[in-house]
């Protein structure tokens, strides 16, 4: 005997699968944190402390979607729309390759309007525009106030050559 009873429901196997990757994930995230030093601050939260939080969070959601597999049977899904998902995939991939070469704000600003493509903004001549606009807002923020590095192209320079008083 197979262990199911005739006539009962058969667990959802894809979330089945979402589960068991969510596990994964948490116990590879978890591993990893275990090997970060735990010197704390004059707080008691170490380097380790962020890591462990996000992978029990991702341990408590495969356990949430392994009650969901088990509770609610093979659930109707809608049919896939592969359109929106490449948009997405090629933002993050010209982000990638653009980000040393033409720097955050023109690659950030492309990664922008790929995901307002994916989500029905059909107009790139003004998304890559207010992306652009809206990285660059970000990178002086990031790079003049709060003092972090990211990755200066051309725009970058020339802006911060205008702020200084010095064009490129």
Excluded: C, H
């Amino acid at each position: 005997m197979s262990g199911f009873v005739p006539g009962t429901r058969r667990p959802d196997g894809a979330t089945l699968v979402v589960a068991m990757i969510l596990a994964v994930i948490a116990v590879v995230i978890w591993r990893d944190a275990a090997r970060l030093p735990q010197a704390g601050g004059y707080a008691g939260v170490g380097p380790a402390d962020v890591p462990r939080w996000i992978a029990g969070g991702l341990a408590g959601l495969s356990l949430w979607s392994l009650a969901e597999a088990f509770r609610s049977g093979k659930a109707a899904r809608e049919a896939q729309n592969i359109g929106p998902i490449l948009w997405i995939v090629g933002g993050l991939a010209a982000q990638l390759a653009l980000l040393t070469t033409a720097g955050f704000s023109v690659a950030t600003g492309l990664l922008f309007a790929a995901t307002a493509r994916a989500f029905g903004k059909r107009n790139l001549a003004l998304t890559v525009p207010v992306g652009i606009a809206f990285a660059l807002a970000v990178y002086l923020i990031f790079a003049g106030l709060l003092k972090l590095s990211l990755p200066a192209g051309p725009l970058e320079g020339l802006v911060w050559g205008l702020f200084r008083g010095n064009p490129a």
